[in-house]
């Protein structure tokens, strides 16, 4: 088998598991921080957990307005294989080729920042690489075969993972604040629970102790209700669903 197809037959694999493979990143990330030093200032600690926290925030917004806007059966939609009826060339788009894997990487690079220890954020950056590159080459591949000179023409004017704001091109459909609530709540709660445990491993290894402050208690407490009554109304109810979505 050519490497170009043993790389594509990868991303196929990783693409039907890439909602929940990442998170298995946490344990180095948890491990880096056993090298961690009680910090001198309690200030400059924390405005840097509200930076790590706001590029994970950034991230989750750019996938929340990225499938905000996007239909159903569209490439960049499918979870079981790859899947598309129609290509997505508007709104996110239209400036980068990935915005849902841009927007994971911000997400996980906001939580391994957390960890503040400069060779697990390199660890990270590496597994990124490594992961999505297969799994953006079988999705390209899988699109290219069923688009042709659409896909190429699209593909040679978007960037593949660093956005072009210039290019940008109003999307078709009005922004779905359900939709993104139906199908964003894991994205979220992966947030809370990385900042969360990692938080947890902290303070054990600087403090000695397994303790959370008022702000991380309240943080899981609401990720978590929010995770289970998101849920429970997609699986259960119909409130969430959207037409055409």
Partial sequence: MAIREQLETHGNWLFQRRSYLPVALLIPLALGMWELEPYRSEFAHRAWEVFCLTISVLGLAIRCKTVGHTPAYTSGRNTFGQLAVTMNTTGMYSIVRHPLYLGNLLIWLGISMFSMTWWVVCIF?????????????????????????????????????????????????????????????????????????????????????????????????????????????????????????
């Fill in 125 to 245: 950056v590496l597994s990124f690489w490594v992961y999505y590159e297969r799994i953006m080459l079988a999705e390209e591949e899988f699109l290219r075969r069923q688009f042709g000179s659409v896909f190429d023409l699209w593909a040679k004017q978007t960037p593949a993972i660093v956005p072009n704001p210039r290019k940008w091109v109003h999307p078709e459909l009005p922004f779905s604040l359900r939709n993104v609530l139906k199908r964003e709540y894991t994205a979220m709660f992966a947030i809370v629970v990385g900042f969360v445990t990692l938080e947890l491993v902290e303070q054990a290894v600087t403090q000695q102790r397994f303790f959370l402050g008022p702000f991380y208690v309240a943080f899981g407490i609401v990720g978590m209700l929010a995770f289970v009554l998101l849920r429970t109304l997609k699986r259960k109810t119909r409130i969430l669903h959207v037409e055409g979505r």
